[in-house]
């Protein structure tokens, strides 16, 4: 938490945090965050303790912390990296289930939806390629569902009935939402309440959630940004506060 005397962290700073550590580890992989908070994440994560991760411009450049250009990225690299697991995504959801099955394309029956959403887009490949993480700036029973209406990004129940060719590079590290931290580290691949943001409990992060969640006995805090990230996010990666208006509190 944070110490008598210090600028106190807002949700959106804790948010940050909680998305860069999903790239701690990771080495030389193209991150691939999508979303202001995500994004800010990720370049935190490059200007301390992931120096090696690459950052790109979304299209054919890999880019500094900065945004200045470092290198051209072939497109046929690029898929060399993304199916080869050396790449790690933060997508968003519009619905995830407590296995990770993730939708982005509709809400109802696909065949006549209530609502028509992003479609599936690039997500089946993500998930079955390279590691995928989410980002989910409204946490509510309306966004994580006992069942989603559509499967886009896969889940770790469905990538193991695939069998072997769908779980070789599948893994999901984490899902950030204004709430807490969520993995799978659990006997049956379902999700589990890693971290709580500070000012957030445990009832608070279950009455929002649409399924059980394993939560252990003692739910630590998402960790506070030392002086020296706080200082990066607010003066150097996001002075104009964009990670503020995707996080209410």
């Given at each position: 938490?944070?110490?008598?005397?210090?600028?106190?962290?807002?949700r959106?700073?804790?948010?940050v945090i909680?998305c860069?550590?999903?790239?701690r580890g990771?080495?030389e992989?193209l991150?691939?965050?999508?979303g202001?908070v995500?994004?800010?994440?990720a370049?935190l994560a490059?200007l301390t303790?992931?120096?090696?991760?690459?950052l790109t411009d979304?299209?054919?450049?890999?880019?500094?912390?900065?945004?200045?250009a470092?290198?051209w990225?072939p497109y046929?690299k690029?898929?060399?990296?993304?199916?080869?697991?050396?790449r790690?995504?933060?997508?968003?959801?519009?619905?995830?289930?407590?296995?990770g099955?993730q939708?982005?394309?509709?809400?109802?029956d696909?065949?006549?939806?209530?609502r028509?959403?992003?479609?599936?887009?690039?997500?089946p490949?993500n998930?079955?390629?390279?590691?995928v993480s989410?980002?989910?700036?409204?946490?509510?029973?309306?966004v994580?569902v006992?069942r989603?209406?559509m499967?886009c990004?896969v889940?770790?129940d469905?990538a193991?009935?695939?069998g072997?060719s769908?779980?070789r590079?599948?893994?999901?590290?984490?899902?950030v939402?204004d709430?807490?931290v969520?993995?799978?580290?659990?006997?049956?691949?379902?999700?589990?309440?890693a971290?709580?943001h500070?000012?957030?409990?445990?009832e608070m992060?279950?009455e929002?959630?649409g399924f059980p969640?394993?939560?252990?006995?003692?739910?630590?805090?998402?960790?506070?940004?030392t002086?020296?990230e706080l200082a990066l996010?607010?003066?150097v990666?996001?002075?104009?506060g964009?990670?503020?208006r995707?996080?209410r509190a």
């Amino acid at each position: 938490m944070n110490t008598p005397g210090t600028v106190a962290a807002t949700r959106a700073d804790h948010c940050v945090i909680a998305c860069a550590e999903a790239w701690r580890g990771d080495g030389e992989v193209l991150a691939s965050p999508m979303g202001a908070v995500p994004s800010v994440g990720a370049r935190l994560a490059r200007l301390t303790f992931a120096p090696e991760l690459l950052l790109t411009d979304g299209e054919a450049t890999i880019v500094g912390p900065d945004g200045e250009a470092e290198s051209w990225l072939p497109y046929r690299k690029h898929l060399t990296l993304v199916t080869g697991g050396r790449r790690h995504v933060m997508m968003g959801a519009s619905q995830i289930d407590r296995f990770g099955n993730q939708n982005i394309s509709c809400i109802g029956d696909w065949q006549q939806p209530a609502r028509q959403l992003l479609g599936v887009r690039g997500a089946p490949v993500n998930t079955l390629n390279n590691p995928v993480s989410y980002w989910i700036p409204r946490h509510s029973p309306r966004v994580f569902v006992e069942r989603v209406d559509m499967v886009c990004g896969v889940g770790y129940d469905r990538a193991e009935a695939a069998g072997p060719s769908a779980t070789r590079f599948h893994r999901i590290p984490r899902v950030v939402s204004d709430l807490g931290v969520f993995d799978f580290a659990t006997p049956d691949r379902s999700m589990r309440l890693a971290s709580l943001h500070p000012g957030v409990t445990v009832e608070m992060v279950q009455e929002a959630t649409g399924f059980p969640l394993t939560v252990p006995a003692d739910v630590p805090y998402t960790r506070d940004p030392t002086p020296a990230e706080l200082a990066l996010i607010r003066e150097v990666i996001d002075p104009s506060g964009t990670r503020n208006r995707e996080v209410r509190a």
